[in-house]
């Protein structure tokens, strides 16, 4: 059985797209990263370089598919492993309508065999781990053992890690922002899981924000993953190689950084006019949360950067705001790691 790395960053609608990912390995290059989910029907029938294309500097990079055609999961397991991705796991816990009006998502746990499926449908397709994402339950489907009966179905077709999102979801009255927020964490449900099926690879998600926590929950399970933490303080990541992988870290400096999104924005926009500069500067605002002239910086990168018509000269206004703040702009970026 092949090891989860032990910290990912959670799969987030408008969040982790190919700009993100590039700017996290900037920061940490052993955290295992994940796609937008992408809806199986999306990628047979539209553009599928914009839905799946990356920079092989991206890697290790997953695919998240949304679905429930065990048919049609197959053929986008196939085009992953081709495309050069490094693992395809299945969303069974995005408790949006939309996604529950397509039979997939959350609901999938009231459906375990349909889930081993998909699971044994792609794992015949190509050699890449599957793997599966999902909460402890919704609605009333919410018991400990109604997950344990899921897991046990899904593991017998060959799941190589189950990524469990410690908290139930509701399906009626709550909106997917507020099924992040308002149910309660129960992650002694996910770490009694990894105690009773000590075979299967166990993750936890779900309100997990700090690297110290994340060392805390290993002590339990396989491996963390981090969501929107993730996206409103990226230089979290910044030690994570160090104090998560025993690796060193790319440790950049924030001049660094701003240069080398600076370029890749300019080639963005060049390479492709439709896909404004602002694209790619988008995950940047997030970047100096913490730090002195964090607010300006966000001011003048939104103001002027985040627009159809961005200025060129944006993020380079915005990290002089930065410096004329006092940030440090050429100390390695683990010092203001949070």
Not at 266 to 294: C, S, V
């Amino acid at each position: 059985m092949t090891s989860s790395p032990p910290l990912s960053i959670a799969p987030m609608m408008e969040r982790t797209d190919r700009h993100y990912r590039w700017m996290m390995r900037l920061l940490t290059r052993r955290t295992l990263l994940y796609t937008e989910m992408v809806v199986a029907n999306a990628i047979l029938n539209g553009d599928r370089e914009h839905l799946l294309g990356f920079d092989p500097a991206e890697g290790p990079l997953a695919l998240q598919l949304g679905g429930d055609s065990p048919a049609d999961l197959a053929v986008c397991a196939r085009i992953a492993e081709d495309m050069g991705y490094a693992e395809v796991n299945l969303n069974v816990g995005c408790p949006s309508d939309r996604v529950a009006a397509g039979h997939f998502g959350v609901c999938l746990m009231a459906r375990p065999a349909q889930v081993a499926d998909c699971v044994a449908a792609m794992r015949a397709a190509c050699g890449l781990p599957i793997t599966v994402k999902h909460r402890i339950g919704f609605d009333q489907i919410d018991a400990y053992d109604d997950m344990l009966r899921f897991v046990d179905t899904v593991a017998a077709a060959g799941c190589a890690r189950f990524t469990v999102h410690a908290r139930k979801a509701w399906l009626q009255g709550l909106s997917p922002k507020e099924n992040r927020e308002i149910p309660p964490l129960r992650p002694a449900e996910v770490w009694r899981l990894k105690a009773e099926r000590p075979h299967l690879q166990v993750e936890i998600n779900g309100g997990i924000t700090t690297l110290d926590e994340v060392a805390t929950h290993l002590q339990q399970v396989d491996a963390v993953m981090i969501g929107r933490a993730a996206w409103d303080r990226p230089l979290l990541f910044a030690r994570a190689d160090s104090r998560i992988f025993g690796a060193p870290d790319p440790a950049p400096t924030l001049r660094q950084l701003g240069a080398a999104m600076g370029a890749q924005a300019e080639r963005w926009a060049a390479a492709r006019p439709r896909n404004r500069r602002a694209h790619a500067l988008k995950p940047l605002l997030n970047l100096p949360t913490g730090l002195p002239g964090a607010r300006r910086f966000r001011q003048v990168l939104t103001t002027e950067g985040l627009i159809e018509a961005a200025r060129p000269d944006a993020l380079p206004r915005a990290l002089a705001a930065l410096e004329a703040a006092g940030a440090d702009m050429d100390a390695p970026v683990t010092q203001f790691a949070i």
